[in-house]
């Protein structure tokens, strides 16, 4: 069984603060997406990375995928309220399948 | 573009009754996934059918089932409920990677 570990669990934040968000694994991953949960909504999808070492920036989120292919980070820079919420990495295998980590609750105040 | 559509947004059922609920992909879209999100559990994949068949199968008991019809729509059924079956059950349609979730069912379970 394929498990990823997020960190940390909770993180609560003042608006304008940096953080980074992991997802760690002792499996490797064809792909790991990363998703935004808000309540009461399913996931969004943030962005898709499949090659060891890839960066992608979105806006004032930066994803990085480990050399490795076995864990992912998650950068977020001058956070805002609006980005409350659930984040979520999910690593994806050639056969199809996907595990989902434990996600990270983050809250951003004014 | 209408989006994954899930029905009903939220149910209430009694232990040992079995609920079904349905998913509308969106157009085009020929995989549908099934997921159960709980506090203590996370976010745990249940099956994935494409093109009215199941692709793969997470680690749930034989209670759940699915089923996807030629129109690309899904139903997942669960019988003999538990207390333990209180979750939000999410749908996701799936094309090139990019899987798309549905609000959810809020099923709980008393």
């Known amino acids: 069984t394929q498990l990823l570990e997020q960190s940390p669990q909770f993180l609560s934040i003042q608006e304008g603060e940096n953080l980074t968000v992991y997802c760690n694994s002792s499996s490797v991953f064809s792909s790991l997406q990363w998703y935004r949960q808000e309540p009461g909504e399913g996931p969004v999808l943030l962005v898709t990375v499949v090659t060891g070492g890839e960066v992608k920036k979105l806006k004032r989120l930066t994803f990085q995928f480990g050399d490795a292919r076995k864990d992912s980070s998650l950068h977020i820079t001058a956070a805002q309220p609006g980005d409350t919420g659930l984040y979520l990495c999910?690593?994806?295998?050639?056969?199809?399948?996907?595990?989902f980590g434990d996600g990270t609750t983050l809250t951003v105040k004014p | 573009k209408a989006g994954v559509t899930q029905t009903p947004r939220y149910l209430i059922k009694t232990r040992g009754q079995q609920v079904t609920l349905s998913c509308s992909p969106i157009?085009?879209?020929?995989?549908v996934s099934w997921y159960q999100q709980t506090p203590g559990q996370g976010l745990q994949f249940l099956f994935e059918?494409?093109?009215?068949?199941?692709?793969n199968k997470g680690n749930f008991p034989g209670r759940f089932s699915g089923r996807q019809f030629s129109n690309s729509r899904s139903e997942m059924n669960v019988s003999t409920l538990e207390l333990g079956d209180s979750a939000l059950y999410l749908c996701?349609?799936?094309?090139?990677?990019?899987?798309?979730f549905g609000s959810g069912t809020r099923l709980t379970v008393v």
């Open positions: 996701a349609s799936s094309l090139d990677r990019v899987r798309t």
């Open positions: 059918y494409f093109s009215e068949t199941q692709r």
């Open positions: 157009s085009g879209h020929r995989s």
């Open positions: 999910a690593g994806g295998t050639n056969a199809g399948k996907s595990t």
